[in-house]
């Protein structure tokens, strides 16, 4: 079967491929918006699985291959979940990567309450007004300054606590992503398709 990834973010999308060809073997054939472009969508949702939703619906009706889309947000404890839904724009609309971790650096200050959660919903739709979802979480703490250049996003300041004290970013990609948040949702993902095709073949 055909699929498409309903991300924008370079960094996301190369994740999301990995973890899907380790976990189809071959099933699945991958297109990207850079096969089909599809404009900016905006994402209004007040909930990861709001957006999640709103993106896979938005690029399976303007393209008709099933599509899959990730919403991600770091919900850090003592921010009270921030910054949760708008962890791409924490720092202002645009912001980019060091400007958020900079940010979010400053409004935890030298405080010692440092857990963190990841969390990302991934949400597929392949057929008109239906979807399905899938949710991985890794709970963890915020460093006290950024650390390791591997990954993207917050990547440098979120220690997942498995495995050892690193951040994500001193894991190689493949550590990162068999771990992570999204590996763990898009696992789930692999396996409900695994089972639709085994369907499909009776
Ligand atoms: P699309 O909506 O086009 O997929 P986006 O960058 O807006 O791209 P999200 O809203 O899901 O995607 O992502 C929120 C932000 O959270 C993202 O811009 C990164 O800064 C950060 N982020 C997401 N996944 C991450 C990860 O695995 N590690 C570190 N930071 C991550």
């Known amino acids: 079967m055909r699929l498409i990834l309903a991300t924008h973010n370079p960094d996301k999308r190369k994740e999301l491929e990995a973890i899907l060809r380790a976990e189809m073997d071959g099933t699945v054939e991958i297109l990207t918006l850079d096969d089909i472009p599809v404009g900016e969508i905006e994402e209004t949702g007040e909930t990861l699985e709001d957006n999640a939703l709103l993106k896979a619906r938005a690029v399976f009706e303007e393209t008709g291959i099933p599509a899959v889309a990730d919403d991600t947000g770091l919900e850090v404890k003592a921010l009270g979940g921030a910054p949760g839904v708008y962890s791409a724009r924490y720092a202002g609309e645009g912001a980019t990567y060091e400007a958020n971790v900079r940010k979010l650096l400053q409004e935890l200050g030298g405080t010692e309450e440092r857990q963190a959660s990841f969390i990302s919903v991934i949400a597929f739709c ?53 771990n992570s948040h999204r590996g763990k949702a898009m696992r789930l993902f692999a396996k409900f398709l695994h089972s639709q095709l085994v369907v499909e073949q009776h």
């Open 126 to 178: 392949e057929i008109e007004k239906e979807a399905q979802i899938f949710r991985g979480e890794v709970h963890g703490k915020i460093a006290y300054e950024p650390r390791g250049t591997n990954g993207f996003g917050y990547d440098p300041v979120f220690i997942p606590g498995e495995p050892g004290d690193r951040t994500y970013a001193e894991l190689s990609p493949e550590e990162k992503n068999e």
